[in-house]
């Protein structure tokens, strides 16, 4: 069974930083994009940033310069390194893995930035 752990989400005030880190309790190949989604109350889940399996990565245009998705497959973890944090960054941010036409999901991690 697929599981995914988040950690590294927390308070941090307005133009802060946090890395956030997602490890994966199978072995996770190169061919296995992951992404990382986040969902503010009272919104849907949106995509913030993927990576594929060739490297490529793609963010939403609200996190493009601001946050880096990156992943080390020898450690079956993804990261996502935030920096110049907003208050409307604020929302629990959830790990993305996609294997096939099946994707998993962790249990999520509360980031805020505050003002």
């Known amino acids: 069974q697929v599981q995914l752990v988040e950690s590294g989400g927390g308070l941090v005030q307005a133009g802060g930083s946090l890395r956030l880190s997602c490890a994966a309790s199978v072995r996770i190949f190169s061919f296995n994009a992951m992404g990382w989604y986040r969902q503010a109350p009272g919104k849907q889940r949106e995509l913030v940033a993927r990576?594929?399996?060739?490297?490529?990565?793609n963010y939403s245009d609200s996190v493009k310069g601001r946050f880096t998705i990156s992943r080390d497959n020898a450690k079956n973890t993804v990261y996502l390194q935030m920096n110049s944090l907003k208050p409307e960054d604020t929302a629990v941010y959830y790990c993305?893995?996609?294997?096939?036409?099946?994707?998993?999901w962790g249990q999520g991690t509360q980031v805020t930035a505050s003002s």
């Open positions: 993305n893995l996609e294997v096939g036409p099946f994707y998993y």
């Open positions: 990576i594929d399996s060739s490297g490529r990565t």
